[in-house]
């Protein structure tokens, strides 16, 4: 079971990746940082890694800071960014183009 505090932390990271406009991406790391997790990348990985395949967070907006798109479920993550108008090139997005927040 979860404690508060981690569940407040968790709904933080998720309402920072739910602020992601259609068409931008952003990072592990930014969105730690921004949510006020600085240095948590991979805890911010694991938690979008562990939410429900239906879940309306856009968490397929969210990349490697390099731009790779580095979940499980590349070609849907790829899918989805190509249908809001996001070049996505061997699996790599333009993070100078693309990147939330500017």
């Known amino acids: ?9 968790k709904a933080r990271v998720l309402l920072t990746v739910s602020q992601i406009p259609k068409g931008r ?6 969105i730690a940082e921004a949510a006020g997790f600085p240095r948590k990348a ?7 890694s ?6 309306e967070i856009p968490w397929h907006r969210v ?4 731009g790779h798109i580095t ?5 849907l993550a790829q899918s ?7 070049e996505v090139q061997k699996c790599k997005v333009s993070m100078k183009r693309h990147a939330w927040p500017d």
């Open 71 to 75: 979940c499980p479920r590349k070609d």
């Open 25 to 30: 991406v952003s990072s592990f790391g930014r």
């Open 63 to 66: 990349l490697g800071h390099s």
């Open 42 to 48: 991979r805890w911010v990985g694991r938690i979008l």
């Open 80 to 86: 989805r960014l190509e249908s809001e108008g996001v």
């Open 50 to 55: 562990q939410l429900p395949s239906d879940t």
């Open 1 to 9: 079971m979860e404690s508060n505090s981690e569940a407040d932390a």
